[in-house]
Every structure is written in structure tokens, then in C-alpha cells.
């Protein structure tokens, strides 16, 4: 019977309207566009956006040592050219044999056939003895629509009169991440973790919906869904964030799933805020 009510409680207040008429912080859990990945998608400044624009790029770093390996990865939109120390590199793949200790530079060729229009790149390098650095686009890249002049493309090209670019997004960055999975590609190991542990919980959609996986949460709490009464939990349950729901009903549906886990259980376990999972 106990565990009957729990369960009927936790389903009206799932359904409950917004009643609540008061704040309550966080309201919207979102993950800001900027803060997850140093990869970034890059335009140059000195230019709009129109159909059918050249843009040129020049990044120039400085390795430590000639790299073991070095993965290299790209993404243009729509179509360009992309070179590593002058060689053209006409796929994604290990570009170690055209990197050497010391100054290096990337130069990109980007071509906008139709709407937006950026640039986003990374390089992971590893040297002899395991040791990672990685290459990022970014603030320190130039880029102009100014056509420029033979050689470009090369090391030691005097780009001093390119300005920095333009940042449009990192690996969140709309539209580009709508339809590419951008942030597999360009974001580090560490950053990636630190991305699925935030979106194993909580999403933002494009729509402005926000996804609870009520099935994430009993599985931290050690619970079968069929054990706490949820049939149905091997989804999420999708509902409205910002002005069409209230912050509070969102925290009253979350301690509600908490209580009904911890009395089943017979345990007690305080509500958790949805960041904290």
C-alpha cells in the first residue's frame, strides 16, 4: 500500500500544473554555448557572411618536439583547401610526418556556397614517450576575405596585417552542431567526459525542451524501474523549460522521485539538484 501511494503521488505531481508563482534558482539547466571545448568554430573578422565567399586562414604554433602522432581533424563549411607546413592535407588523419619541432603553421582556404559559413579544427599530437598536447582553433588564428598574395600558404608567410578571427561558437556552436557531431570530433578527452557526465542527466533541446532520464536516476539510487514503480522509465520524460514551466516543479518532480526511491528502500537520501547528478 505504502509503495502504491508513493507512486500515485509521484504520477500527480509529474502531472501537476504550474501553480507556483515564485523563483527558484537554477531555473533554466542548460550547458553555455563557449565553455566546453578550446576548439572553436572561426570566421574571418574582416568580412560578412555572403554566398559563394573565400576566406583564408593562417595559424602558426610552436612544438616542442616532432610529434610520434598526430591526429589532425577538420571541418569546413561548405568546402576549402587545408595545408600543414605548405603540403595540402586533403582528408582528417595523422599529419605527424609534416609537423617538426619548433614554429608550424596551419593555413585553410574556406569556400561558403550557401548561409553560414566557419571553420573548426584540432590537433591532437603525442610524442615518443606518451606525453599529449593539443592544437586548437581559436583566438590566436588570423583570417581575412582579402584575397592574398602567392605563398600564403607557407611558413614564414608575413600574415601580421591579417586580423584575429571572429569566434562563432566551440563545439555547441548553431547551427553547425545540429547537424554534425561536432563535439566526438573536436573536443579532448577530458573535455568530452566533462560533457557526457553533464548531458547524462539534463539537455537543453534546440527546441527549448529539457530531457529528465528518470532511469539515470534510479540506476544512481541501485533501483530496478519496475522496483520503484516505473514501467516506463527506460526513456526520459521530456517537458517544457523557462517560461512554460516552473523552476519549482521541476525540483518538486525531481525530490518526489527521490522520496518514493528512498521509502522504498527504507533509506534516507536527500533531494539532489539535477546539476549535482
Known sequence: M?????VLMLLATLAMPRVFGYAFAPGVLE????TVS????????????????????????????KPAKAKFDFYLDDDGTVYVNGTQVERAGDVASHLHAGTNTIAICLV???YASAAIYMVSCEDASGTRCYIHSGPAVRGTVKEPKVGWERPGFDDSA???????????????????DLRRRFTTPEEYESLMEIEASTRVLPEGLAVLDIAALLAKMRLEPQTAGFEHAAGAEVFGVAERVDPMHLKMREAVIHQCAADLRGIALPPKGLQQM
Open 162 to 180: 591579417w586580423p584575429r578571427v571572429k569566434i562563432c561558437g566551440d563545439v555547441l556552436g548553431k547551427p553547425w552542431s545540429l547537424n554534425n
Open 38 to 65: 578550446k576548439s572553436k568554430l572561426v570566421w574571418a573578422a574582416d568580412g560578412s557572411v555572403t554566398n559563394g565567399i573565400v576566406s583564408y586562414y593562417r595559424h602558426t604554433f610552436i612544438l616542442p618536439v
Open 112 to 114: 561558403n556556397d550557401f
Open 2 to 6: 505504502r509503495a502504491t501511494r508513493l
Open 31 to 34: 550547458i553555455p554555448e563557449g
